[in-house]
């Protein structure tokens, strides 16, 4: 399945291609602007602001998922395991672990190297690319719940 939707991926026309590219570069920034914002929120002391954290959880969430759809990354991970584990979770620990897997989305090697793809860094990038997804979706609910 995978494979035939890298495939049809390769079939896209060079303008489909160049705005795939674009979609990437801006998520890929997005998602790191919107992390260091809720990083400098929770950092500041002051209590946190559950409708923007949820806003900003929404905004991590939408471009995670494109970045997802355009990367075509593989994952391997169990969602339910995931989901169970955050929901045991405090805000604030939810906050510091979403910052955490960003940045370490964003260190991957695959974006620096271009030329050869590391199938392992591509996976751990498709991995934490799924993390992203599922923890600010679940920052989004936990504040959703707070208001």
């Not at 979609?23 to 919107?34: C, N, T």
């Not at 996976?123 to 989004?140: C, F, H, T, W, Y």
Request: glycine share 4%; with cysteine; proline share 2%.
């Amino acid at each position: 399945m995978a494979a035939q939707r890298f495939r049809k991926e390769w079939k896209k026309t060079p303008e489909q291609q160049q705005l795939a590219w674009r979609q990437i570069r801006e998520d890929y920034k997005h998602i790191q602007i919107v992390s260091n914002e809720l990083a400098e929120q929770r950092g500041s002391g002051e209590a946190l602001n559950a409708q923007r954290v949820e806003k900003s959880a929404g905004e991590i969430y939408k471009h995670a998922v494109r970045l997802r759809a355009n990367l075509m990354l593989p994952s391997e991970e169990a969602v339910a395991k995931d989901k169970k584990v955050q929901n045991d979770l405090q805000l604030s620990t939810l906050l510091s672990a979403l910052n955490g897997l960003i940045k370490r989305f964003v260190q991957n090697p695959i974006f620096a190297e271009t030329e050869v793809l590391d199938a392992q860094a591509a996976l751990r990038a498709g991995n934490d690319l799924g993390r992203i997804i599922r923890m600010s979706e679940q920052v989004k609910k936990k504040c959703h719940n707070l208001r």
